[in-house]
């Protein structure tokens, strides 16, 4: 089983940069893929960016490609989502995701594990 702690969230300028992390418990953390989600007010979970479990692949939403980046630190069982050039439709709350399978994906219902989610903030 893994835990998820999602922090870094807050209020940004437009054009301006966060760092979201991740904090994962539990002995297998490098046996799973992990993805960032977000959900805005009033709709629903969308996928954000995945990497898979070592680290080697990544992808990312068309909405968020070139800004936004994923990575993994697996002795450190941590997740991070780098976005730069934020805009106000980035506003969510954004979740860190652990899924078994080694690749990930980008579908909500294939995640088993989820933090509580942090708020980000862009204003214009």
């Known amino acids: 089983q893994v835990q998820l702690a999602e922090s870094g969230g807050g209020l940004v300028q437009a054009g301006g940069s966060l760092r979201l992390s991740c904090a994962a418990s539990g002995r297998t953390f490098s046996s799973y893929a992990m993805g960032w989600f977000r959900q805005a007010p009033g709709k629903e979970r969308e996928f954000v960016a995945a990497?898979?479990?070592?680290?080697?692949?990544?992808y990312s939403a068309d909405s968020v490609k070139g800004r936004f980046t994923i990575s993994r630190d697996n002795a450190k069982k941590m997740v991070y989502l780098q976005m730069n050039s934020l805009k106000p439709e980035d506003t969510a709350v954004y979740y860190c995701a652990a899924d078994r399978t080694l690749s990930g994906s980008r579908l909500v219902y294939e995640y088993q594990y989820w933090g509580q989610g942090t708020q980000v903030t862009v204003s214009s």
């Open positions: 990497i898979n479990w070592s680290g080697s692949s990544t």
